[in-house]
T-cell receptor
Framework: GNSVTQMEGPVTLSEEAFLTINCTYTATGYPSLFWYVQYPGEGLQLLLK?????DKGSNKGFEATYRKETTSFHLEKGSVQVSDSAVYFCALKTSGSRLTFGEGTQLTVNP | ETGVTQTPRHLVMGMTNKKSLKCEQH?????MYWYKQSAKKPLELMFVYNFKEQTENNSVPSRFSPECPNSSHLFLHLHTLQPEDSALYLC??????????????FGPGTRLLVL
């Protein structure tokens, strides 16, 4: 079956620090990979996605590269802001399966 | 974002009440979903509708009753809930083209508290 393993949180950084949130997966078939973000009191927002190996998804300064050889889709941002404080979910989808989420990583950015 | 809207945003109800959650998607999608997000638990998929037909029910108790009158609207009817049903209920939609890798777009959620 499909599964997603995310870096355990919470993660606390200072403003302008470099961010990495690790995500690895197991999947049958060829998945599409997603990062969703959930700001306090809100629903999930799609942050970025990649649909095939070596694709790089990017949005709002965040990036993640679909690495088939390491079955990973790590989220990175070069300089975080206080407004990036949120919970980040890695997810995958294959044909015929439900969207599978990781457990989420809480990020807090301090000024 | 206004692609998927949910009302109400917050709801407090007693265990004997009947209430309904509403979801509307403005994206022209043909599939809609209900998820439950409880504190310290992974997201739980509850129901899936494709072209207004329910295609998945993940062993959800009958006190939750979904309704999908058309491909733009999805309801979750609630009756005789339990305090442990308190959670954030998220609606999502996607365009299912049979390739199985479609992107789901989420609404802001309804925060439900059952007293």
């Amino acid at each position: 079956g499909n599964s997603v393993t995310q870096m355990e949180g919470p993660v606390t950084l200072s403003e302008e620090a470099f961010l990495t949130i690790n995500c690895t997966y197991t999947a049958t078939g060829y998945p599409s990979l997603f990062w969703y973000v959930q700001y306090p009191g809100e629903g999930l927002q799609l942050l970025l996605k990649a649909t095939k190996a070596d694709d790089k998804g990017s949005n709002k300064g965040f990036e993640a590269t679909y690495r088939k050889e390491t079955t990973s889709f790590h989220l990175e941002k070069g300089s975080v802001q206080v407004s990036d404080s949120a919970v980040y979910f890695c997810a995958l989808k294959t044909s015929g399966s439900r969207l599978t989420f990781g457990e989420g990583t809480q990020l807090t950015v301090n000024p | 974002e206004t692609g998927v809207t949910q009302t109400p945003r917050h709801l407090v109800m007693g265990m004997t009440n009947k209430k309904s959650l509403k979801c509307e998607q403005h994206l022209g999608h043909n599939a809609m979903y209900w998820y439950k997000q409880s504190a310290k638990k992974p997201l739980e998929l509850m129901f899936v509708y494709n072209f207004k037909e329910q295609t998945e029910n993940n062993s959800v108790p009958s006190r939750f009753s979904p309704e999908c009158p058309n491909s733009s609207h999805l309801f979750l009817h609630l009756h005789t809930l339990q305090p442990e049903d308190s959670a954030l209920y998220l609606c999502a939609s996607s365009q299912d083209e049979g390739r199985g890798q479609e992107t789901q777009y989420f609404g802001p959620g309804t925060r439900l508290l059952v007293l």
